[in-house]
């Protein structure tokens, strides 16, 4: 089966740099995506890794380690509004199945 | 706004009854998945369809049944409802169903609330 192991809290300082590690157990994997979730809210897709190395969008970057089964979800310049829930989710198997991580709130404190 | 839709935003019910979710894909994507959130919990995969077709299933209780339409709009069965399916439900599509990169696109989600 699969399974995903990332914290379940982090606290950071505006203006600060965070990150978010995940570590996963899977065959058939295809790649690592990241998932934002604010309270109340759906998840809305924020990154996607299926080579190693480091992908950037704006002020996120997510990097991926097939060999180490390691991800991370790298966040700058934090602002208050980035305060929420972030899922590594792992897509493997013939039919893309995708199993996300238990999710890792983040506090973002002024 | 994701271009998926849910029907409805809530519901209260009571235990033993039965339910039915509703989710609309955005146009064009041919697979839904359907998750089940409890409070301060991940999201359990629950079921996904590919153009009509069953394609994989995880932690789905067997009181818990799904299907894809001809129009691609999909139907989340939960029956003998129990205290403990109260949850948040989503409903996420995609494109593809195999292969590169997967983006899901999720629902604003259906909190069910099991009296």
């Known amino acids: 089966g699969q399974s995903l192991e990332q914290p379940s809290e982090v606290t950071a300082v505006e203006g600060a740099i965070v990150q978010i590690n995940c570590t996963y157990q899977?065959?058939?994997?295809?790649?690592l995506s990241w998932y934002q979730q604010h309270d109340g809210g759906a998840p809305t897709f924020l990154s996607y890794?299926?080579?190693?190395g480091l992908e950037e969008t704006g002020r996120f970057s997510s990097f991926l380690s097939r060999s180490d089964s390691y991800g991370y979800l790298l966040l700058q310049e934090l602002q208050m509004k980035d305060s929420a829930s972030y899922f590594c989710?792992?897509?493997?198997?013939?039919?893309?199945?995708?199993?996300f991580g238990i999710g890792t709130k983040l506090q973002v404190i002024p | 706004d994701s271009g998926v839709t849910q029907t409805p935003k809530h519901l209260i019910t009571a235990t033993g009854q039965r339910v039915t979710l509703r989710c609309s894909p955005r146009?064009?994507?041919?697979?839904v998945y359907w998750y089940q959130q409890s409070l301060d919990q991940g999201l359990q995969f629950l079921i996904q369809?590919?153009?009509?077709?069953?394609?994989a299933k995880g932690n789905i209780l067997e009181r818990f049944s799904a299907q894809q339409f001809p129009d691609l709009h999909s139907e989340l069965n939960l029956s003998s409802l129990e205290l403990g399916d109260s949850a948040l439900y989503f409903c996420?599509?995609?494109?593809?169903?195999?292969?590169?990169?997967?983006?899901?696109?999720f629902g604003p989600g259906t909190r069910l609330l099991v009296l």
């Open positions: 989710a792992v897509n493997s198997g013939g039919y893309q199945k995708v199993t």
């Open positions: 996420a599509s995609s494109a593809r169903t195999s292969g590169m990169e997967e983006t899901q696109y």
């Open positions: 369809y590919y153009n009509g077709e069953e394609r």
């Open positions: 890794n299926a080579l190693d």
């Open positions: 899977t065959s058939g994997f295809y790649g």
């Open positions: 146009s064009g994507d041919l697979s």
